[in-house]
Every structure is written in structure tokens, then in C-alpha cells.
T-cell receptor, first 115, second 111 residues
Framework: KAGVTQTPRYLIKTRGQQVTLSCSPISGHRSVSWYQQTPGQGLQFLFEYFSETQRNKGNFPGRFSGRQFSNSRSEMNVSTLELGDSALYLC??????????????FGPGTRLTVL | GEDVEQSLFLSVREGDSSVINCTYTDSSSTYLYWYKQEPGAGLQLLTYIFSNMDMKQDQRLTVLLNKKDKHLSLRIADTQTGDSAIYFCADLVDSSYKLIFGSGTRLLVRP
């Protein structure tokens, strides 16, 4: 079974631009979560989607947004990029069979560099 | 709020056992996880433990959970150079479907 895939793997943008990152979950998984990883802040939760609905959001500004499609694929968008948005963005998928989200499996990440 | 803490660095000799420790604050933890991250890569799930368990063994990996002290540990037996990586402890916050991660422990295995 294929794992979580993320595209693109690397991205270079300039301040003020916007960017869209894509995540395809493991087949059959319905929940997709996004995390930001930086040397200073570590791994921080961005948001989680299930059945095309955002169930929870972390403490990030409104410039960070996401969506999920009917096939469970997800995209996240960052508008008006700032230097501090440079990070590894990780996507995780899980089956989400019930009330408690089960094990999250991570993709390889998208490395975003903002110049 | 919920918090997870880990020591930053551990160095062991090849063939020895490694023990990575983690403490958490969440009183309603259901699952606790260990992930491994190699340079330039995403997070690889190593193992997890349900909160009503004290111990879980999976080949070379042993997870111990002391729920009273909110302490979790990962023991790697017969540590190999390929085990050199950053290890993250993570707590699943039941009410919000998110993982709270520790800062990661960098494990260096010396030949």
C-alpha cells in the first residue's frame, strides 16, 4: 500500500507570494492533519480535516488555510508569505474510524524556503 | 495546556541499549507515540502505547509507561548505527485530534 505522498518536495518562494502544498493520504484514510516543523518551534499542529471538514485548527494566523476534497486529498495554502514561514510542512493521514483519531502516518514533507 | 518534554541528546556505543525518556502533562492521554526522523525525511512511526498499558514490546523496542508520573520511555536494544536519528515522543490529545510533540531527542550511535 502506498504511503502518504506530498508535493512538491521542495519549494522556494519570495516574501509576499502565496503557496499551495498538496497531500495525498494512504488509500482508505479519511483524516488528514498538517504540521509545521521549524528548528525554533519544533513540530506544531496546523489543522486537521475529516470528510472535507476542518475539525480542529492550531494557533496559526489566518494566512494559513486548508481544504480537503471528496477523495480525501488535502491542500494547504499560505498567503502573503513571511520569512518565518520557512519550514518543513508535514502531512499525516489516519483512518479516523471513530471518536478518537487513530495512528497518524506521516509523509516525507514539503520543504518551503521563503526568501 | 498540554506539553511534552524530552532530553535533547543521547550518545551510546553500538551494541548497547538506548533509553530515551519523555514526560507529558495531559491527564486525558489515550495514545502515546514514538516517531523517528532521519535527516531530510518525514516522521516514521516506530511504535505506540495505549494509556491503559504499562509496557509494550516490539522486536528491539520496548515502551514503558508510568501513567502516575506521566513518564514514557523508549528502550532500543542492541542499538545500531542505523538507529542514529531524532526520536520524537508524541501525545494524542483526545479532544482535538492533534498530536503534541516533544522537542525530539537526537540519538548518536558511536561505532
Amino acid at each position: 500500500k502506498a504511503g502518504v505522498t506530498q508535493t512538491p518536495r521542495y519549494l522556494i518562494k519570495t516574501r509576499g507570494q502565496q503557496v499551495t502544498l498538496s497531500c495525498s493520504p494512504i488509500s482508505g484514510h479519511r483524516s488528514v492533519s498538517w504540521y509545521q516543523q521549524t528548528p525554533g518551534q519544533g513540530l506544531q499542529f496546523l489543522f486537521e480535516y475529516f470528510s472535507e471538514t476542518q475539525r480542529n485548527k492550531g494557533n496559526f494566523p489566518g494566512r494559513f488555510s486548508g481544504r480537503q476534497f471528496s477523495n480525501s486529498r488535502s491542500e494547504m495554502n499560505v498567503s502573503t508569505l513571511e520569512l518565518g514561514d520557512s519550514a518543513l510542512y508535514l502531512c499525516a493521514s489516519s483512518l479516523a474510524r471513530g471518536v478518537v483519531t487513530d495512528t497518524q502516518y506521516f509523509g516525507p514533507g514539503t520543504r518551503l524556503t521563503v526568501l | 495546556g498540554e506539553d511534552v518534554e524530552q532530553s535533547l541528546f543521547l550518545s551510546v556505543r553500538e551494541g548497547d541499549s538506548s533509553v530515551i525518556n519523555c514526560t507529558y502533562t495531559d491527564s486525558s492521554s489515550t495514545y502515546l507515540y514514538w516517531y523517528k526522523q532521519e535527516p531530510g525525511a518525514g516522521l516514521q512511526l516506530l511504535t505506540y502505547i495505549f494509556s491503559n498499558m504499562d509496557m509494550k514490546q516490539d522486536q528491539r523496542l520496548t515502551v514503558l509507561l508510568n501513567k502516575k508520573d506521566k513518564h514514557l520511555s523508549l528502550r532500543i536494544a542492541d542499538t545500531q548505527t542505523g538507529d542514529s536519528a531524532i526520536y520524537f515522543c508524541a501525545d494524542l490529545v483526545d479532544s482535538s485530534y492533534k498530536l503534541i510533540f516533544g522537542s525530539g531527542t537526537r540519538l548518536l550511535v558511536r561505532p
